[in-house]
Nanobody, 115 residues
Framework: QVQLVESGGGLVQPGGSLRLSCAAS????????MSWYRQAPGQQRELVAAITSGGNTNYADSVKGRFTISRDNAKNTVYLQMSSLKPEDTAVYYC?????????WGQGTQVTVSS
């Protein structure tokens, strides 16, 4: 069983930056593939960024060049550094962990980009 706890969300002006963190319980964090998803009101949840256990990353086209996903296995934590934020980035951001058939979601953290 893995528990994921996100933090770092909040209100930011357009063009600003935020760093989200997702702390995971358990001792097998390093072998999990980790991802960030987001869900805006009235929209489906979408993949934002992902990082494999080996450190390979991929991003949604809408965030390429602006967001960076990283992980610190010693701290059981995955990060999402978000820069040049736009109002359309407003959403609840969720952390997701996957290892074979085992999948886990965090509770989400709200990010609001508004002036």
């Amino acid at each position: 069983q893995v528990q994921l706890v996100e933090s770092g969300g909040g209100l930011v002006q357009p063009g600003g930056s935020l760093r989200l963190s997702c702390a995971a319980s358990g001792s097998a964090f390093s072998i999990y593939a980790m991802s960030w998803y987001r869900q805006a009101p009235g929209q489906q949840r979408e993949l934002v960024a992902a990082i494999t256990s080996g450190g390979n990353t991929n991003y949604a086209d809408s965030v390429k060049g602006r967001f960076t996903i990283s992980r610190d296995n010693a701290k059981n934590t995955v990060y999402l550094q978000m820069s040049s934020l736009k109002p359309e980035d407003t959403a609840v951001y969720y952390c997701y962990a996957r290892m074979t058939v085992y999948t886990y979601w965090g509770q989400g953290t709200q990010v609001t980009v508004s002036s």
